[in-house]
């Protein structure tokens, strides 16, 4: 055992500093979070609570087992944009009579539950964890269908929907639609296409087209129950395969389908011995400076979030600017890879290369630990070869097969952030810290960069270069560019599954490992061609 040791002092000034720009940041992630909670508001919730129904959390932690942990994912979802946060939809992993499953809830106290494009896309990401990491999956379903004023966005990419249900099931991951109100038009589909289906009496309405689109379409007078309810679907049309009496009664009924459904995870056997971090983990508040030019050692997180603090460093002395080493989180074995000084070298290309190579040859899960930004340029660099040594990163965390865990911790910026596995790679989770600052490079820089293309281009032309009105342009792009790289901005756009509370950190990884490990784990000797 290599035990880290810990040089943080909780006593002095930057550490403080560092506690109270984090208490701060944070607090303003708990505060989105908070409205999240609220749903549809306040008076959407009265509303359907007075009708008996639970709502979408309600509805979760009724069907999870007791006592055990709910891993929320894309909480943030279409934060920024004209939709509630969390786009009408609750999502996460959760344990259902002992098996994990991806659960995917309609918000019905957001219109109606009805999926705009962030709905989709956060449902389609859902869709994607369950496959990668097989998970059964039950769709708590309430929902008015398409948006309709947004369907331009989600008609299209909405088909996916339905084609990633019916894959699941070829794959032989079970899907299970318990239906709990409305399920119309596209909606329908969802229940259509799912493995095992519960409906409510006198709640579910399940159909193609409500009676009002009926008789428009086809004359017809009909209305909701001989259309689409539970009654007509379980006795005539066949489509319900378990008829519930309330909501109480389809949570039971569905926690019956999953504990029949004879699912184990393929995935190796963990270690049944777990050892806590020997330093406090309410301490991994104060290790990231305000200021993230300030580079900090990503060794004190690891002593905080990894078993006993048992970390066995590869290359120490080696590519200093990016740490790796093994070690266990909640028992499972990991590989990670940690930025200490912010720019990747040709050094730290290499380094990870080959660790990247090593945890495919022993099957070992990854983990990214990004404060990047980015891989160094300038001729020395350049005529050392930084280009084909950054690629040859890229190539090795592109085509390794292991699964891979990112967690953004400061700055994510530029092909550092591809390097070191990205959103766009394919990691099977990514998670943020509140100090995350990403995009293709800084607001200062991104400015500055445009004012001197700007400036030769007035230049060339022979014209006279306005300062005055550079001056604003820049200010304003800086501004722009700040605030698409802070956290809530990132996380709207599901560009990571959820910005945690460090002192989670742990947990939030070892449900991710466990979830990972639903999964065989299997890596490759299979790279693209490495450029020497
Ligand atoms: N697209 C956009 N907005 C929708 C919507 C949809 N598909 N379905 C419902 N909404 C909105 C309503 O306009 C209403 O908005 P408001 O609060 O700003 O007034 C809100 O959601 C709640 O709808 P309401 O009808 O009052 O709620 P309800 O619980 O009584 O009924 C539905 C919910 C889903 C049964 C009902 O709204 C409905 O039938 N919607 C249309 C379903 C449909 O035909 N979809 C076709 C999709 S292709």
Known sequence: MTMLNSTLDSRSNDYRVALDSMIEKLSGIEEELTAVLAGGGEKAVARH?????????????????????????????????????GAAVVSGIGVVSGVECMIVANDPTDKGGSLNPWSMRKILRMGDIARQNRLPVINLVESGGADLPTQKDIFVPGGAMFRNLTQLSAEGIPTIALVFGNSTAGGAYIPGMSDHIVMIENRSKVFLGGPPLVKAATGEITDDESLGGAAMHAK???????????????????????????????????????????????????IVPP?????????????????????????????????????????????????????????????????IQLANRSNTPLLFMHNTTG??????????????????????????????????????????????????????????????????????????????????????????????????????????????????????????????????????????????????????????????
């Not at 909480?75 to 939709?83: D, I, N, V, Y």
């Not at 519930?244 to 389908?257: C, F, K, S, W």
């Not at 280009?387 to 292991?402: C, R």
């Open 375 to 532: 891989y160094m340029v300038g001729k020395e660099y350049e005529q050392n070869g930084i280009i084909k040594h950054g690629a040859m990163m890229i190539n090795a965390v592109s085509n390794s097969k292991v699964p891979h865990i990112s967690l953004l911790l400061g700055s994510s910026y530029g092909a550092g952030h591809y390097g070191m596995c990205g959103r766009a790679f394919d990691p099977r989770f990514v998670f943020s810290w509140p100090t995350l600052r990403s995009a293709v490079m800084g607001g200062t820089q991104l400015a500055g960069v445009i004012s001197t293309v700007s400036r030769a281009s007035a230049l060339a032309q022979g014209k006279e270069f306005d300062e005055e009105a550079d001056a604003a342009v820049r200010a304003a792009i800086e501004e722009q560019i700040d605030s698409e790289s802070l956290p809530a901005f990132l996380s709207g756009h599901l560009y990571d599954d959820g910005v945690i509370d460090p002192r989670d950190t742990r947990t939030v990884l070892g449900l991710s490992l466990s979830a990972i490990h639903s999964a065989p784990i299997e890596g490759t000797t299979s790279f693209g061609v490495f450029r020497m």
């Open 236 to 286: 005539v049309s066949g489509l319900a395969d378990y008829y519930a009496l309330d909501e109480q009664d389809a949570i039971r009924i569905g926690r019956q389908i999953v504990s029949r459904l004879n699912w184990t995870k393929s995935g190796p056997a963990v270690s049944t011995e777990v050892v806590s971090p020997l330093y406090d983990e309410a301490e991994l508040l104060g």
């Open 49 to 85: 609570h007075d009708r008996d129904k639970f709502t979408a959390r309600e509805r979760i932690e009724l069907l999870v087992d007791r006592d055990t942990p709910f891993l929320e994912l894309c909480p943030l979802a279409a934060w920024g944009s004209k939709f509630t946060v």
């Open 291 to 355: 200021d993230l030019k300030i580079p900090f050692d990503p060794r004190e997180v690891i002593a905080r979030v990894v078993d006993g603090s048992d970390f066995d460093e590869f290359k120490s002395r080696y590519g200093t600017s990016l740490v790796t080493g093994w070690a266990r989180i909640h028992g499972h074995p990991v590989g990670i890879l940690a930025n200490a000084r912010g720019v990747l070298f040709s050094e730290e290309a290499q380094k990870a290369t080959q660790f």
